[in-house]
């Protein structure tokens, strides 16, 4: 029995395509083995922001030989019924065998397949599986046919077992596979050499890369947590966000910056939704008021200052947003004056009622419902 390891490197991988493509690559795989008569133990498969991996475990050195038989047409049958049969069968008219039926003597046809070698069988699949996959959305890019994801740098294919492992034949729109890949983009060690799973996983680990999704998002809701607690403070729970940021980091680094004073008093949902939407930010409340008082963003790197850069350069883009937000949630607040100069003036330039509650004009509980609508990026009331 032998191992298999497969992995397809790519440019950045969207997060939310990486999911479906782990499970399209071992149904493609896994499947296209056993149809042509290979078995296995066990498979798995891992996904970084630049990698797709598959590893199987237990998978037979050769396909077993096959044979089977067909009945065909009676031998007193016309021509034209017995070459039709000649030719689903790929055999000659002197190969087929004569035997007694009910009817009469029929023709049988006794077809034999030796068994293949694995890797001519993987490379086969492997090769088929990428040409195929379902992308929801792809790309060509150099002179080449091929369509994936983001452009394809290189293949990764090594079968191993007890006597070693080798690389497994295989050419891809120019991309041939071999037994080597690399790590973090900043903080990688170059292309290594790999023979195995156990072997490359802890490569990739010295090479800053975790390869599980689960242990990145437990790395990421941790040191969250962690940040928060140290000052007093509790992150908002987001499964959809933490599942969202797994898949955009390959080494997370977690790190906790302040909200300034002036933006706390916009509503929890208007700065959960700002951070949440443009940022990837996880929101941090205090736990005895409730309020939105922090965030942790991720990085994908360590850094000599601690991400303190990072960090500063997250703040000023997020003031942006939020300052954006505060505009509509005070503007129309106030009365809308900055969208139009005279929210007491209808489109035609006549007086708009001014008791509340009346129609054409907005009472404050409508106001402040549009002013959050528009602070959330929604649209007018």
């Known amino acids: 029995m032998s191992d298999l390891l497969i992995e397809l490197f790519s440019e950045e991988i969207p997060a939310r395509m990486q999911g479906a493509a782990r499970e399209a690559l071992k149904k493609l795989v896994t499947d296209g083995l056993v149809e042509a008569g290979l078995t296995y133990a066990s498979a798995g498969a891992f996904s970084t922001p630049r990698r797709l991996v598959l590893a199987l475990e237990g998978l037979s050195a050769e396909s077993r030989a096959v044979r089977e038989e067909r009945k065909g047409p009676n031998t007193t049958a016309p021509a034209a019924a017995v070459e039709g049969f000649l030719r689903s069968t790929g055999l000659t008219l002197d190969q087929l065998e004569k035997r007694a039926d009910k009817k009469g003597e029929v023709f049988f046809a006794v077809i034999e ?79 290594f050499t790999v023979t195995g799973f156990d072997d490359y996983a802890a490569k990739l680990r010295r090479a800053h890369v975790m390869l599980d999704v689960a242990e990145r998002e437990a790395a990421i809701w941790s040191g969250a947590t962690t940040l928060a607690f140290a000052s007093g403070l509790e992150v908002v729970a987001d499964a959809g966000l933490l599942a969202e940021v797994a898949g955009l980091v390959e080494w997370p680094v977690p790190l906790m910056g302040r909200i ?71 503007n129309d607040l106030a009365g809308g004056e900055g969208r139009d100069g005279r929210m007491g003036r209808g489109a035609e330039g006549g007086d708009l009622p001014q008791q509340a509650g009346q129609p054409g004009r907005p009472d404050r509980a409508d106001r402040g419902a549009g002013a959050r609508n528009r602070a959330l990026g929604r649209g007018g009331c």
Do not use: Y
Not at 272 to 294: A, D, L, Y
């Open 113 to 191: 397949k030796p068994g293949r070698k694995a890797p001519a069988i993987i490379a086969e699949v492997l090769e088929a599986a990428i040409r195929n996959f379902p992308w929801p959305k792809s790309m060509r890019w150099g002179a080449g046919t091929l369509r994936w994801v983001r452009p394809l740098h290189s293949i990764l294919c090594v079968l191993g077992d007890e006597g070693g492992a080798q690389v497994v034949p295989l050419s891809v729109d120019g991309i041939v596979a071999g037994n080597t890949t690399e790590g973090h983009r900043f903080m990688g060690i170059g292309r």
């Open 260 to 330: 300034a004073d002036g933006f706390l008093g916009l509503p929890a949902e208007v700065l959960q939704t700002s951070m949440r939407e443009h940022q990837k930010f996880f929101s941090v409340k205090n736990p005895k008021t409730g309020r939105i008082e922090g965030f942790v963003t991720v990085a994908n790197i360590e850094t000599p200052d601690d991400g303190a850069t990072i960090l500063k350069g997250n703040q000023k883009v997020l003031a942006a947003r939020l300052s954006d937000a505060r505009f509509f949630w005070e």
